[in-house]
């Protein structure tokens, strides 16, 4: 098999790539450990930024989203009993946030790919990558019962934090950055009518907690818990319990239960790997870095990626220009870092620390009164949550 980009996994980054390299002529095959079926009902993230809402719709397979999505144009902190709204349509000249979940973008991307006639290979076995320093860099695995060699001009590692791509670079040849924090985040789906209109990042003695959505009758609720936490230490009232400890107001906001039907803990971390490249291989997404999910930037950033690289690969096969695929890593790091900045203090600002001062709590409580106090600090928040500008 023969292709211009060989794309290992298809999350987010690798669909989305494949997707716009299709629109400028550029041929790819996706290659995918897991089934359409499980790819398709993976609950990860809810919130898109404005920039990549306007890639999806741009491109085509924003029509869905458009539809059934919400458009939230603030988010609430809710901290000492109070709550506070962050205007992002007026701190941001007009912009807002989508909510819409990510196996929805995946289900729209893999119907768009395969109606245009893209390849996907679903359920392969032992992807490794070769060659990687020679202008041919191959792709083999088992698929069907056969072994496969993928020859490609260049691969894209969109293998996630967990894939094969990074740890296939020479290890003298990665830099990696990695915080682990002390603390996880526990997530229900919860069948509920909404209890807010817009999200609630609640700040309180106990822990975080965040209250979020996915439709009019499914509820996603988070809290911070033990990094070692076990879904089984959770039954459903000690859940309740929490959540209504942490998110307490004094305005007379209740919290609508329902039953419970999804459970997880989810590890916190933030990681990046200098430089995004190696030869022809080419990392974006989760299997480059990695942010605590506080500020919602993780598939954004997969994007924000992917269109850089796409714009690389056209400027390459169009105009003979290698110039943009030697930039791609330092112009995707700049947008990655602001965004690790962001998802730490949002993390920082929002959870107790284990090992934490009386004097360090009172630090953030300062922080988070400033950010409701002064509008540049407002403004701050708003322009990174909604997203920087991708150009
Ligand atoms: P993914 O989504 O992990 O996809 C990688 C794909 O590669 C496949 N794969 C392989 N395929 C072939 N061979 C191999 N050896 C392979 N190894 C792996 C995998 O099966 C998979 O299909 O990476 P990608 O595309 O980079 O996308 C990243 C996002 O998924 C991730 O950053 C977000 O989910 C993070 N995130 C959030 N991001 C946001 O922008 N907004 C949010 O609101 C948000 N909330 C969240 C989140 C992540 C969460 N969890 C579960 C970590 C909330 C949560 C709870
Ligand atoms: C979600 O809806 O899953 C979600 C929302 C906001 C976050 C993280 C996750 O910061």
Known sequence: MRTQVGIVGAGPAGLLLSHLLHLDGIDSVLIESRSRQEIEATIRAGVLEHGTVELLKKTGVGSRMQREGFVHEGVYLRFGGRTHRIDFKALTGGRAIMVYAQHEVIKDLVAARLAAGGKILFEVKDAAVYDLDTPAPKVRFHHGGKVEELECDFIAGCDGFHGITRPSIPSRMRHEFTRVYPFGWFGILV???????????????????LVSTRSPQIQRLYLQC????????????????????????????????????????????????????????????????????????????????????????????????????????????????????????????LHRFHDETPFHHRLQLAELDYVVASRAKAQTLAENYVGLPLD
Request: proline share 5%; hydrophobic share 45%.
């Open 226 to 349: 033990d990094p070692d936490d076990e879904v089984k230490n959770w039954p459903e009232h000690r859940i309740w319990e929490e959540l209504h400890a942490r998110l307490e107001s004094a305005d007379g906001w209740k919290l609508a239960e329902g039953r419970i039907f999804q459970k997880s803990v989810i590890a916190m971390r933030s990681f990046v790997l200098e430089p995004m490249r190696y030869g022809r291989l080419f990392l974006a997404g989760d299997a480059a870095h990695i942010v605590p999910p506080t500020g919602a930037k993780g598939l954004n950033l997969a994007a924000a990626d992917v269109r850089v690289l796409s714009q690389a690969l056209v400027s390459f096969y169009k105009n003979q220009k290698e110039q943009l695929l030697k930039d791609y890593s330092a112009t995707a790091l700049r947008r990655v870092w602001r965004a690790e900045h962001f998802s730490w203090w949002m993390t920082s600002m």
């Open 191 to 209: 069948e509920a009518p909404p209890s807010t209109d817009e999200l609630i990042y609640a700040a309180h003695e106990r822990g975080f907690a």
